[in-house]
């Protein structure tokens, strides 16, 4: 199975400020790469998916890069609403479906 | 709009077997796979498996082999996941999620299952 590496697993920023998050897989996955918001409480969002793609509604301070095996979350202002723990997820559409989720990052307020 | 809603919280002794329904609206059901994910209580997000809504075919991770059965009616526009032999360890959120190409949306609005004696 392919493994993610999310880092890191806590970080702290002012409103306002440039925040990255990053992710490596085990393997080269190409742009499989997916990037997922969850509020407390609440079912994750999908904010970017095949590395950099941003999903439809979502604010475009939010972006995405990478490919391979080592792939960036970025956030260029960090605003109130955006406190939540972020997860990359991996996915291999090639029979067996193999899917991978990173440890996720929790992002708090300075 | 695209909805999935997801049965209610159960509450199960260990060794028996738990069944959450997930029931679609707003797109062609058969169009889509849906993924099933779970999350321990503190914990991240773990794949537990999917099921095409178009031919039944289904994936299960390795982990859960044998323990979980993936299923749709679409009749009635509705995946299932049933999880038997339940542990304490099995204690989480279940969520279902509308699988495109890419990525997970949306998704619904997770079912607590809680195993204990």
């Given at each position: 199975?392919?493994?993610?590496?999310?880092?890191?697993?806590?970080?702290?920023?002012?409103?306002?400020?440039?925040?990255?998050?990053?992710?490596?897989?085990?393997?080269?996955?190409?742009?499989?790469?997916?990037?997922?918001?969850?509020?407390?409480?609440?079912?994750?969002?999908?904010?970017?998916?095949?590395?950099?793609?941003?999903?439809?509604?979502?604010?475009?301070?939010?972006?995405?890069?990478?490919?391979?095996?080592?792939?960036?979350?970025?956030?260029?202002?960090?605003?109130?609403?955006?406190?939540?723990?972020?997860?990359?997820?991996?996915?291999?559409?090639?029979?067996?479906?193999?899917?991978?989720?990173?440890?996720?990052?929790?992002?708090e307020?300075? | 709009?695209?909805?999935?809603?997801?049965?209610?919280?159960?509450?199960?002794?260990?060794?028996?077997?738990?069944?959450?329904?997930?029931?679609?609206?707003?797109?062609?059901?058969?169009?889509?796979?849906?993924?099933?994910?779970?999350?321990?209580?503190?914990?991240?997000?773990?794949?537990?498996?999917?099921?095409?809504?178009?031919?039944?075919?289904?994936?299960?991770?390795?982990?859960?082999?044998?323990?979980?059965?993936?299923?749709?009616?679409?009749?009635?526009s509705?995946?299932?996941?049933?999880?038997?032999?339940?542990?304490?360890?099995?204690?989480?959120?279940?969520?279902?999620?509308?699988?495109?190409?890419?990525?997970?949306?949306?998704?619904?609005?997770?079912?607590?299952?809680?195993?204990?004696s």
């Amino acid at each position: 199975d392919i493994q993610m590496t999310q880092s890191p697993s806590s970080l702290s920023a002012s409103v306002g400020d440039r925040v990255t998050i990053t992710c490596q897989a085990s393997q080269d996955i190409s742009n499989y790469l997916n990037w997922y918001q969850q509020k407390p409480g609440k079912a994750p969002k999908l904010l970017i998916y095949d590395a950099s793609n941003l999903e439809t509604g979502v604010p475009s301070r939010f972006s995405g890069s990478g490919s391979g095996t080592d792939f960036t979350f970025t956030i260029s202002s960090l605003q109130p609403e955006d406190i939540a723990t972020y997860y990359c997820q991996q996915y291999d559409n090639l029979p067996p479906l193999s899917i991978t989720f990173g440890q996720g990052t929790r992002l708090e307020i300075k | 709009q695209v909805q999935l809603v997801q049965s209610g919280a159960e509450v199960k002794k260990p060794g028996a077997s738990v069944k959450v329904s997930c029931k679609a609206s707003g797109y062609t059901f058969t169009s889509y796979g849906i993924s099933w994910v779970r999350q321990a209580p503190g914990q991240g997000l773990e794949w537990m498996g999917w099921i095409s809504a178009y031919n039944g075919n289904t994936n299960y991770a390795q982990k859960l082999q044998g323990r979980v059965t993936m299923t749709t009616d679409t009749s009635t526009s509705t995946a299932y996941m049933e999880l038997r032999s339940l542990r304490s360890d099995d204690t989480a959120v279940y969520y279902c999620a509308r699988k495109g190409w890419a990525g997970f949306d949306p998704w619904g609005q997770g079912t607590l299952v809680t195993v204990s004696s």
